[in-house]
């Protein structure tokens, strides 16, 4: 064992304070100097992930903390809270010998603290609990307690487990007590919890070189980068190694070009690595995440966990909008074909498969959010493309027809329950528990099928006027639950190719919501609005006003429009039926239908029928 190391990760509900908590270990541990201008959540080092305030991918970091004149590194891996981005969090556990278990004061165990709690029981790691945010003022932290306490017993925890020591802390403030009524000065309690509690790393620094690829990603300077933990032996920049895929099979050989450790934020080279290291590597060009790096005697791959298999699957194709070119520089299929295996390469949550004509592709993920986190990345990297609608991935078993079934916890005010309850039984969720959680509040668990709740959280939001709390988790396959209802209400369509006009918008503002505002570019086909009957409507929004020399007091009134709806990504793709797309550039996004001629649409619709 190596004493003077840990390996710990830190995993947690969506917004529960783990990446803030992480700040104060860093600032208090002495990583930065002090005129150092740090910012907020410094281990959000993605734009989306600080534009959105959640973690997408899995880091590691690591601080030293000494202690009686011995010095201990702590390599701490920061992991994603939402259970769309679960990939990382399955992969990433694998590196560490015990878990930070972090928890809201307020709202106790959430499902996705459910879902990366039995990923890391299942390993064997022995967990701390931190409550976390108990200054919070409707903070119940007792409560929390006995919650996290039920929640390791549903998930089959084993004695040793259950006996976990309790924290209670606000990351932000940067202090953590062992009793609520200690002094809160630093976290100098966890850091010394985590010495006691986690278990050095248990390696064999004898045997030959050997590591499990657990990350990866692209270095403009060193090429494919893979990060994991070295389970066994050491290793020396220049070393001869070759990979081995989870079946035995050797992909190739290489030299170790490059060794990194963590440090802080930064990835500091290093000349040796041993056992029990966290590290990242360059110089292979095959090798990807779950391979074996190892010596070239090395004849067995080290085990690795299978990932949990997609429940969704998206359609990606190239624009062939009529504005198709106007705003990216990457418009082919080529090009797109190229990026989307390149994600599927480095991302193991993600598969990719082509089309019969190599036209189109379709990408299956974990859920809506991790698939709209693809796209956007694309976007802004110049891409243009057109995505349909998402649809579950259906299995077949004994002649039966299974679907995926979510657990969707939701917290919202008791006036707003009866709405709730009502969608998601049209949705065709069964209700397993309603409790009041105090305050006027009320929690509700429901067990729906993914289908059904395809588009429903912008729905949510209006039902609860945007103070409901939607949390969903996969649970199971089970059988088909029979046809859901999509949306009930039409399009209304562009009839013609120009810029909208204020007046003609304004005479058809009756007809329902509008998505465009004045001299917004459309064309023939482009959805423009919704209408507020269940069927579609062609409308004329480029009409202006004829201009004569009459003036009447009545019909000169000034053009007042209703802002526009604005929807976000997500909420775009799961909006549209399965006739309609979703057109992509980095400046636009357009819903359409699929055919963009009327006459083409009739005749499909008089032959369906």
Known sequence: MRQNLRNIAIIAHVDHGKTTLIDSLMKQSG??????????????????????GITILAKPTSIDWTKDGVTTRI??????????????????????DGVILLTDAAEGPMPQTKFVLGKALKLGLRPIVIINKIDRPDGRPEEVVDEVFDLFVSLDANDAQLDFPIL????RNGWCVRELDDPRENLVPLLETVLDHV???????????????????????????????????SAKVNDTVKAISLDGKTI????????????????????????????CIAGLTKATVADTIGAPSLVEPIKSTPIDPPTMAIMISVNDSPFAGREGAKVTSTMIRERLMAEAETNVAITYKESDGRDSFEIGGRG??????????????????????????????NGQKLEPIEEVIIDLDEEFSSTVIDKMNRRKAEMTDMRSSGAGKTRVTFLAPSRGLIGYQSQFMTDTRGTGVF???????????????????????????????????????????????????????????????????????????????????GSDDAVILTPPRRMSLEEMMSYINEDELLEVTPKSLRLRKQHLDPNQRKRLSRASA
């Open 168 to 171: 209670y802390a606000s990351g």
């Open 368 to 397: 809506e959010l991790q698939l709209g986190v693809l796209i956007e990345t694309m976007r802004r990297e110049g891409f243009e493309l057109t995505v349909s609608r998402p649809r579950v991935l259906f299995k077949e078993e």
């Open 252 to 279: 190739e050989t290489g030299r170790l070009t490059k060794l990194l450790k963590f440090e802080g934020m930064a990835r500091v080279p290093v000349s040796e690595v041993h056992a029990g290291d966290i590290i």
């Open 471 to 553: 949390n969903r988790l996969f649970h199971e396959y089970a059988p088909y639950k029979g046809d859901i209802p999509q949306r009930h209400n039409g399009a209304l369509i562009s009839t013609d190719t120009g810029e909208a006009v204020a007046y003609a918008i304004f005479n058809l503002q009756d007809r329902g919501t509008m998505f465009i505002g004045h001299q917004t570019p459309v064309y023939q086909g482009m959805i423009v609005g919704e209408h507020n009957r269940d069927n579609d409507l062609e409308i004329n929004v480029l009409k202006g006003k004829k201009l004569t020399n009459v003036r009447a007091s």
């Open 31 to 52: 990583m930065f100097r002090d005129n150092q201008k740090v910012e907020e959540c410094v281990m959000d080092s993605n734009d989306l992930e600080r534009e959105r």
């Open 75 to 96: 390599n701490i891996i920061d992991t994603p809270g939402h259970a769309d981005f679960g990939g990382e969090v399955e992969r990433v556990l694998h590196m560490a």
């Open 199 to 233: 278990p050095a790393p248990n390696v064999h620094p004898n045997l030959p070189f050997a590591m499990l690829a657990t990350l990866l990603d692209s270095d403009p300077f060193l090429g494919r980068c893979l990060t994991g933990r070295v389970v066994q032996g």
